[in-house]
């Protein structure tokens, strides 16, 4: 009996950890389409939103970047420390962001100071 139970909690854990999301931030290298038609070369910084893959978020620089997360109860906050910048050819960077349901504030901090979008927009 204590089998059939054991496996029963395993499987419930298993399926309730396949339905819900977790924080991660890494940058992407292979953009899918449709962010890489939203993205404008305008904006330093851009966030796209795609329901419940994720959010992209598009930082356009010509420095370097190291970039870090972390969240504290609703909020998660992006860290991107920019080197000097490389040249004058701004690039792309996108990261993608996936965040807990009750993590719903996003700051951005670039060099230590927050910094707002300039865009905010969405597909599912």
Request: aromatic residues 8%.
């Amino acid at each position: 009996m204590s089998k059939i139970a054991f496996s029963v909690f395993l499987a419930a854990a298993i399926l309730s950890a396949c339905q819900s999301s977790t924080l991660s931030f890494s940058e992407i290298e292979n953009v899918p389409r449709q962010v890489e038609d939203s993205i404008d070369p305008n904006y330093v910084l851009q966030l796209i939103n795609n329901g419940k893959k994720g959010s992209y978020i598009i930082f356009n620089t010509s420095g370097e970047i190291e970039s870090s997360v972390e969240a504290q109860q609703d909020t998660v906050t992006i860290k991107l420390d920019v080197s000097d910048k490389q040249n004058d050819n701004s690039k792309s960077n996108v990261f993608l962001l996936t965040t807990e349901p009750e993590q719903d504030v996003l700051l951005v901090q670039v060099n230590g100071e927050i910094m707002p979008f300039d865009n905010i927009t969405g597909f599912e």
